[in-house]
């Protein structure tokens, strides 16, 4: 891929950034929270998709599906390889919270993976990662646990992290760390307890 391509997708990534919408959400309203984790083997993406009720963390659904990809690993550009699995797996599902496992606000250029996820679904998405990127904007990430939480889409940093604390165990949001072990082929009886 040549340089001049991945320029145009900055560029886009950077529009793409300014649709973005930081607002507060009414954690009251929240009755479900999806998370959404894709792991690999070769060329095949292995997505999980699970639900789980808000508060509790009851595990309502899950969904694993394997999807082949096209487009290369390029850090920073990571929404171009995942968008795909994440959505088959998602579905129709439209859950009142997603947590995803990929940056929103976070990335460089302001636009990662759950900020693109938010804005094609639509609906309040939460970025989680383990790192944090090089040049990650000051003031867009919050620490919680294990987890470097930041906004996708339609909610603000505030609200994100009060839900991520809210579903914290053993360091990390429990939904993702269900729909991460989903991902690896982990059985889902680990899930329940």
């Known amino acids: 891929m040549s340089e001049k391509l991945f320029e145009k997708l900055a560029e886009v990534q950077r529009k793409l950034a300014k649709r973005v919408v930081e607002r507060p959400l009414d954690l ?3 009755k479900t929270v999806g998370a959404v984790d894709v792991s690999y083997r070769g060329e095949s993406a292995r997505a999980a998709f699970v639900l789980c ?3 509790d963390c009851k595990l309502l659904k899950h969904r694993l599906v394997e999807v082949e990809v ?11 390889r995942e968008t795909r699995p994440v959505l088959v797996a998602i579905g129709k599902e439209r859950p009142d919270v997603l947590l995803v496992e990929g940056h929103g606000k976070t990335h460089p250029r302001g636009y990662g ?3 693109h996820i938010g804005l094609v679904l639509g609906i309040p998405t939460i970025g989680i990662a383990k790192r944090l990127l090089r040049d990650s904007p000051e003031g867009s990430w919050a620490r919680v646990g294990k987890a470097y939480v ?3 889409h339609l909610i603000d940093l505030t609200s994100a992290v009060e839900i991520v604390r809210k579903l914290n165990a053993g360091g990390y949001p429990k939904p993702i760390t269900i729909a ?3 991902s690896k082929g982990h059985p889902t009886t680990y899930v329940q307890s």
Do not use: C, E
């Not at 096209?70 to 171009?80: D, E, G, I």
């Open 113 to 115: 993976l759950a900020s």
């Open 150 to 152: 930041s906004v996708g």
């Open 180 to 182: 991460d072990r989903l």
């Open 53 to 55: 009720s808000f508060p």
């Open 28 to 30: 009251s309203a929240v």
């Open 70 to 80: 096209s487009f290369p690993y390029v850090p920073t550009f990571f929404f171009l």
